[in-house]
């Protein structure tokens, strides 16, 4: 298609509203949906975070609970589109936020236009 899409059991999530081509044209806009998820980081996680900063590396327990927590948030928003009858979501944002006095917790909220296409 050109752009970013994600195909699921003929349910798409895409950046960009899709233009006609191939015939993929959006019949209805159904409204605006959203996911979010909030993680929290433990204290081993903390603590190799700290080894990796000294040493370098990536720190892979924190980009697998961020990942786990972009999926969930992604899950929510779909089935909060497939409740209105939609048949994807297009203008996905994607937004990250650390939350909490001590920065402990990492929120991933995620939002879009629910479509049904024609």
Avoid: C
């Avoid at 409204?31 to 190799?48: S, Y």
Wanted: proline content about 1%; glycine content about 16%; hydrophobic content about 50%.
């Amino acid at each position: 298609m050109g752009w970013f899409s994600k195909q699921d059991d003929g349910f798409f999530l895409a950046t960009v509203v899709p233009n006609g081509e191939g015939g993929a044209r959006v019949e209805r806009f159904l409204g605006v949906v959203h996911g979010e998820a909030i993680i929290g980081a433990n204290i081993f996680r903390d603590l190799f975070s700290s080894v990796r900063d000294v040493v370098g590396g990536r720190a892979g327990g924190y980009e697998r609970a961020l990942a786990g927590a972009r999926d969930a948030a992604v899950e929510d928003m779909t089935a909060a589109a497939k409740e209105l009858g939609a048949d994807g979501i297009v203008g996905i944002d994607f937004d990250y936020e650390v939350l909490g006095e001590a920065n402990g917790m990492m929120m991933v909220a995620v939002s879009g236009t629910a479509v049904k296409m024609a």
